[in-house]
């Protein structure tokens, strides 16, 4: 599956932004969807995923309560609304389709190419 990830922009600090991941080639039902970022000099690291069956979501400890991770599998399209955006959230995000609600980059075999979210304090 082809993942293109768009919705990035500038944003001052506080303020929103909804990423999108939409899918082409395949559906991406069977799978679980993660959103990664990478931000200036470090490594990727992840943010979110939801499973391809229960939709459990599961999110890492610095987004949670300001992110949230939904998916329309009629859309093959995974979103992610991003809420109270911090200087520090500024990354590419990266979108993934793997066949495990894992927060590993190892668990995924399909990623997007990257939007970029730049927060302005």
């Known amino acids: ?53 229960d939709l459990r979501t599961s999110y890492a400890d610095s987004v949670k309560g300001r992110f949230t991770i939904s998916r329309d599998n009629a859309k093959n399209t995974v979103y992610l609304q991003m809420n109270s955006l911090k200087p520090e959230d500024t990354a590419v995000y990266y979108c993934a389709a793997g066949y495990s609600p894992s927060a590993l980059l190892s668990a995924y075999d399909y990623w997007g190419q990257g939007t970029l979210v730049t927060v302005s304090s």
């Open 1 to 53: 599956v082809q993942l293109q990830a768009s919705g990035g922009g500038l944003v001052q600090a506080g303020g929103s932004l909804r990423l999108s991941c939409t899918g082409s080639g395949r559906t991406i039902r069977p799978y679980s969807m993660g959103w990664f970022l990478q931000a200036p000099g470090k490594e990727r690291e992840f943010v979110a995923v939801i499973s391809s069956s």
